[in-house]
Structure formats: structure tokens, C-alpha cells
């Protein structure tokens, strides 16, 4: 009995090298791409542990979760960790990049989530990678979130390891994930005996046997489906455009943040300004009195599949996320989800305006 996601001919080195091609069109970038098998958190450690040593000095900005578990890495690499936190409503400016390299000089190494969907601030990479350019030290980049929702572009902003997941705003698998490498990164890999290597963690691994060798031969049987799903969702992006896939998740931002304000309730937005806010998904903040994973969970009673989440861990009482990203980033998915978080808040006797916000949507919808 044959099934169409069985039974299928090998994936070659050819046609998966031709994925990681069409991965580092979308990143706009001259890098080595490598699509490594597994879901980003792989290329996020591998990054980190494959540049960072006891002699490394990093400036860990912590916008959310990601940001510290980077911070947790790093030392357990051995590396001196300067954590540079900012509240979870806002983002980090790169002035205060500038003045933890003033205050330490020594900083080789930075670490920089883009966009948090977990808090929903997006961080201005293209500033701060001028500074992190001015000082020399490697950038590292976690733009899963942010890939598909707004400009991503390594080469550019001087970003020397940019991991990238195709699961949220690119509508893609979660198996597979990319970094792209800059050739000062893979200096500094070699050059740390502590890098992985012979491990599934390895990016030298891919430089030498797979990048060095002319991309002529797999390290490992690959995750054959995951690959065709990342190539299905790289060609309907290229079929759609890029451009037009960004408008659409920075129209939903930019509809959810009008119809919170607009329902009232006391719902209001968790990162203060609308420049600090990722397109990939809006965090709300839950009214005085009521608890955030309870509202939350009253309004999927209605409906299980709108894009409603709480906060994590210890932001569960006061976070709402409404993930408006790949297939939800339409107006339908954000209309939704405000009428949903409306009944929500009417149930418990807060007065709330759905009509009002369901207008709201329509008006910021570009």
C-alpha cells in the first residue's frame, strides 16, 4: 500500500542543496546557508556553542525567554556573561548597546533574539548591528520569529550567525531550521577547541564535510518531508512575494493593537510602543482582577483553533498572546479572536465594545 508521504526516492545532496539556495534568497545573503535537521533550538545551541569559550566575552540582551536561555549557554560554555535586560514591554535601543560596549570594551560576542513572539517587542537589529560593527565582535541572531513577518537581512546589518525556523511567520515546518554563517564565524569556530564536532550539534561538521566538499554529500540520512514542507514553503512565498507576505503579518499587528484598544475592558497592549511591537504576534495585557490564562482559556472554549495563547511560566496571569502569524495573520484570525477575548471579558461583567473593535480591524488593515 503506498501513501504520498511514503514510499518517496531519496532526497539527493543536489535537490537539498538546492533548498538551502533558495533559503539564502530569501535571507538576501552571501553566507553559507546550512539547513540543519531539526527544529531551530538545534542551530541556536549549535551557534553558541560552536563560537563561544571560556576566553569569550558576550553581551547577552534579554528582551524575553530566549535571550536568557542564550545567556544559560554561553556560560555553560565558560564564557564571561554581560546580561543587558530590558522590561518585556519594550525593546533595547542600540544607544544601550553602545554604552555596554563603553563599559566593556572587552565584549567580543553578542546575542540578540529579533523578534520575541513569546513578548511580542521586536528589537532595531540594523542599528544596533552599526554598533556591534564599529566594536568587532561577532553578532548572533535569532530571527525565527521574525523571518516572513520583516525584513531579515544578514548581510546588511553585519550578522554573522543568523538562525532562522520556518514554523511561525513563514507557515513552514518546525523540523528543520537554517543558519546562515559568515566566514568570520567559521574563523572563530576552528580556531575553539571546544566547538562540537562528530556531534548533532556540530556546524563544523557542515563546513567540512558538506560545505568543503562541495555540498556533494549528506552528513546523514535527511528529514526527507520536513525538506519538501521548508521547499513548499519557500516557493509560496517566492509565488506570493516577500513584500507582500510582511504586509500582511504587519497589517494583523497593526489591526490586533487597534481592536484591543478599541474593545476595551481594560484589555490593553503589553508592549507599550507600536515600533517596539513584533508583527509576528501582538501580547495584550489582561485587565486588573483577572487572570490571563483563565480569560484566555474561556475564550477557546469557544473556539480551539484561533491563535490564542497565555504568557509563559510567571506571565500567564497578566500576558495574552494573540499569534497572528502564517496562516492567521488574516483578517478573519484577528477579527476572532477580539470577538472571542470580548465574549470573554462580557462574561465576567467588564464592558467591552466588539462592534467597535471589529471596526478598528477593518480600518488598520493596509
Not at 55 to 73: E, K, S
Not at 123 to 132: C, D, F, L, Q, S
Not at 339 to 344: E, K, S
Request: with cysteine.
Amino acid at each position: 500500500m503506498t501513501h504520498p508521504f511514503l514510499d518517496l526516492a531519496p532526497l539527493s545532496a543536489a535537490h537539498f542543496a538546492s533548498i538551502e539556495d533558495r533559503v539564502a534568497r530569501l535571507l538576501s545573503t552571501e553566507q553559507d546557508v546550512v539547513i540543519m535537521q531539526g527544529e531551530a533550538l538545534l542551530p541556536l545551541e549549535g551557534a553558541i556553542r560552536a563560537t563561544a569559550g571560556p576566553g569569550t566575552v558576550a553581551l547577552n540582551v534579554i528582551t524575553g525567554p530566549y535571550g536568557q536561555t542564550f545567556g544559560d549557554w554561553l556560560r555553560d560554555c565558560g564564557a564571561t556573561v554581560i546580561d543587558l535586560a530590558v522590561p518585556f514591554h519594550t525593546a533595547v535601543t542600540a544607544e544601550q548597546v553602545r554604552e555596554a560596549f563603553a563599559e566593556h570594551p572587552s565584549i567580543d560576542f553578542v546575542s540578540l533574539v529579533h523578534a520575541e513572539a513569546a513578548t511580542g517587542n521586536t528589537n532595531p537589529v540594523a542599528e544596533i548591528g552599526e554598533v556591534v560593527r564599529e566594536h568587532g565582535a561577532l553578532f548572533y541572531l535569532d530571527a525565527v520569529a521574525s523571518i516572513g513577518a520583516e525584513p531579515v537581512l544578514p548581510d546588511a546589518w553585519g550578522v554573522d550567525l543568523c538562525v532562522i525556523g520556518a514554523q511561525k511567520a513563514m507557515g513552514g515546518p518546525a523540523g528543520v531550521s537554517a543558519v546562515s554563517v559568515s566566514e568570520r564565524a567559521w574563523a572563530r569556530m576552528a580556531a575553539n577547541p571546544r566547538a562540537p564536532r562528530r556531534s548533532y550539534l556540530s556546524l563544523l561538521d557542515w563546513k567540512e564535510r558538506w560545505v568543503d566538499g562541495g555540498r556533494k554529500a549528506l552528513l546523514h540520512a535527511p528529514a526527507q518531508l520536513e525538506m519538501l514542507a521548508l521547499e513548499a514553503c519557500v516557493e509560496r512565498i517566492e509565488e506570493v512575494g516577500l513584500d507582500a507576505v510582511m504586509a500582511r503579518h504587519a497589517s494583523a499587528a497593526a489591526a490586533t493593537r487597534a481592536g484591543a484598544v478599541a474593545l476595551g475592558g481594560g484589555l490593553e497592549p503589553y508592549v507599550y510602543e507600536a515600533r517596539d511591537a513584533a508583527p509576528v504576534a501582538t501580547t495584550l495585557r489582561a485587565p486588573a482582577g483577572v487572570v490571563a490564562s483563565e480569560l484566555v482559556a474561556r475564550a477557546l472554549a469557544s473556539d480551539p483553533a484561533l491563535p490564542l495563547a497565555a504568557g509563559g511560566g510567571a506571565l500567564a496571569k497578566e500576558m495574552i498572546r494573540v499569534n497572528h502569524y502564517g496562516v492567521d495573520a488574516t483578517p478573519g484570525a484577528v477579527r476572532a479572536s477580539l470577538a472571542a477575548l470580548g465574549a470573554a471579558l462580557a462574561e465576567r461583567g467588564l464592558g467591552v465594545d466588539v462592534e467597535g473593535a471589529l471596526r478598528a480591524v477593518e480600518g488598520e488593515w493596509r
